[in-house]
């Protein structure tokens, strides 16, 4: 059973910082592109960023220069630093695992990152 499992998330001021993870089971972790998402409130999904099997990182423009992804394929854990944090920050954020080839795509459960002004 595949499960991806996110912690992290908070309340926080603008210009603080969070650092997300997500820990993955039940897949070949370092075969799979990470991804990160969020909702925002009364919006789409929309992407946040992702680090392929290669570790080639990929970024939304609204967070270029704040945010950075990293995987540490011994813990089978995805992690997003979010520094300079935004309200338009806010929103509940995704981890999903991505198989390059194959149907393969799975979601985290989510969680919830409130930015406040």
């Known amino acids: 059973q595949v499960q991806l499992v996110e912690s992290g998330g908070g309340l926080v001021q603008a210009g603080g910082s969070l650092r997300l993870s997500c820990t993955a089971s039940?897949?070949?972790?370092?075969?799979?592109?990470m991804g990160w998402y969020r909702h925002p409130p009364e919006k789409q999904r929309e992407l946040v960023a992702t680090i392929t099997t290669g570790g080639r990182t990929n970024f939304a423009d609204s967070v270029k220069g704040r945010f950075t992804i990293s995987r540490d394929n011994a813990k089978n854990t995805v992690y997003l630093q979010m520094n300079s944090l935004k309200p338009e920050d806010t929103g509940v954020y995704h981890c999903?695992?991505?198989?390059?080839?194959?149907?393969?795509?799975?979601w985290g459960r989510g969680t919830q990152v409130t930015v406040s002004s």
């Open positions: 039940g897949i070949i972790f370092s075969s799979h592109t």
């Open positions: 999903n695992a991505n198989r390059p080839g194959y149907e393969n795509n799975y």
